[in-house]
């Protein structure tokens, strides 16, 4: 009797079988039907002659569908497909165990993991509390086969969010879980903008590094980028650019500072 689909336990040995009948004698085949090579008694093959195929400590690499194909010469040739599918708990990994970031920075956490039946996954906090997506958090699957990745995005992270986080993976065969840790690290240095608005005629400014000037009657326009630390704003040196009538105008500094407060500074 020719075999049906099949499900089977990791390990285990499977026979499939493949029954064909006719004048002359047909000659019968197997493969797998997306054509890879599998492993069999120890060799990598792309096809096993016979009406069975016998394949021992079957893995999850074996699942698929296979076909078998019976010819004697005589049109057409046909065929029957076979599904094998292969059953194991769930296995999990972590790329990263330890991740770093900053305070107010999105984070991504990832954890890899491989189940037959499909596992449920979730993930909890180090306190135990299944977390929800929504909000802060956004917990997503990204599916491949038997394959799946589990990944957790924590946005604008505060300080009480650095700590242990667990993934889970179960099935009704098994259950395996995975812990990433993530620890603070020191934000990078801010960027921010100064823009020269009006300056007093004949007045000396200058300015370490190049600066990039455009005057239009007693205005002059200048823009730099620097470098903020904490609340502490570099000194800047600045270079006589013109001399003209004196006006009396007021020289103002707007430091816009990305992820800080937005500061005016008249001299």
Same mark, same amino acid.
């Given at each position: 009797? #020719?075999?049906?689909?099949? +499900?089977?336990?990791?390990?285990?040995? +499977?026979?499939?079988?493949? *029954?064909?009948?006719?004048?002359?004698?047909?000659?019968?085949?197997?493969?797998?039907?997306?054509?890879?090579?599998?492993?069999?008694?120890?060799?990598?093959?792309?096809? +096993?002659?016979?009406?069975?195929?016998?394949?021992?400590?079957?893995?999850?690499?074996?699942?698929?569908?296979?076909?078998?194909?019976?010819?004697?010469?005589?049109?057409?040739?046909?065929?029957?497909?076979?599904?094998?599918?292969?059953?194991?708990?769930?296995?999990?990994?972590?790329?990263?165990?330890?991740?770093?970031?900053?305070?107010?920075?999105?984070?991504?956490?990832?954890?890899?993991?491989?189940?037959?039946?499909?596992?449920?996954?979730?993930?909890?906090?180090?306190?135990? =509390?299944?977390?929800?997506?929504? $909000?802060?958090? /956004?917990?997503?699957?990204?599916?491949?086969?038997?394959?799946?990745?589990?990944?957790?995005?924590?946005?604008?992270?505060?300080?009480?969010?650095? $700590?242990?986080? @667990?993934?889970?993976?179960?099935?009704?065969? $098994?259950?395996?879980?995975?812990?990433?840790?993530? =620890?603070?690290?020191?934000?990078?240095?801010?960027?921010? #903008?100064? #823009?020269? @608005?009006?300056?007093?005629?004949?007045?000396?400014?200058?300015?370490?590094?190049?600066?990039?000037?455009?005057?239009?009657? =007693?205005? +002059?326009?200048?823009?730099?980028?620097?470098?903020?630390? $904490?609340?502490?704003? *570099? =000194?800047?040196?600045?270079?006589? /650019?013109?001399?003209?009538?004196?006006?009396?105008?007021?020289?103002?500094?707007?430091?816009?500072?990305?992820?800080?407060?937005?500061?005016?500074?008249?001299?």
């Amino acid at each position: 009797m #020719t075999s049906t689909d099949m +499900v089977v336990r990791e390990a285990t040995d +499977v026979t499939l079988v493949c *029954r064909a009948s006719g004048y002359p004698e047909p000659y019968v085949m197997w493969r797998r039907e997306d054509g890879q090579d599998f492993n069999y008694n120890g060799e990598s093959v792309s096809v +096993v002659d016979g009406e069975t195929l016998t394949i021992t400590k079957v893995s999850r690499l074996h699942m698929g569908a296979y076909l078998c194909i019976a010819s004697n010469g005589v049109p057409p040739s046909i065929s029957k497909r076979i599904m094998l599918m292969v059953q194991f708990p769930p296995m999990l990994s972590i790329p990263n165990q330890l991740e770093g970031a900053y305070v107010g920075q999105d984070v991504t956490l990832e954890c890899h993991t491989e189940a037959y039946p499909s596992s449920i996954n979730y993930w909890t906090t180090d306190r135990g =509390d299944m977390i929800i997506s929504g $909000g802060k958090y /956004e917990a997503f699957p990204v599916d491949s086969g038997y394959n799946k990745f589990m990944m957790l995005k924590i946005r604008n992270i505060t300080k009480e969010d650095f $700590g242990f986080y @667990k993934c889970i993976a179960k099935n009704s065969l $098994g259950e395996t879980d995975g812990i990433i840790k993530l =620890d603070e690290i020191p934000a990078p240095p801010s960027v921010f #903008t100064t #823009t020269l @608005k009006s300056v007093l005629d004949n007045q000396t400014i200058r300015k370490k590094g190049q600066l990039q000037i455009v005057q239009t009657n =007693d205005a +002059v326009s200048s823009t730099f980028q620097g470098e903020a630390f $904490g609340e502490q704003i *570099r =000194d800047f040196d600045f270079y006589e /650019e013109n001399a003209a009538t004196k006006k009396d105008k007021l020289l103002c500094l707007i430091l816009i500072v990305i992820s800080a407060a937005t500061q005016m500074l008249c001299l």
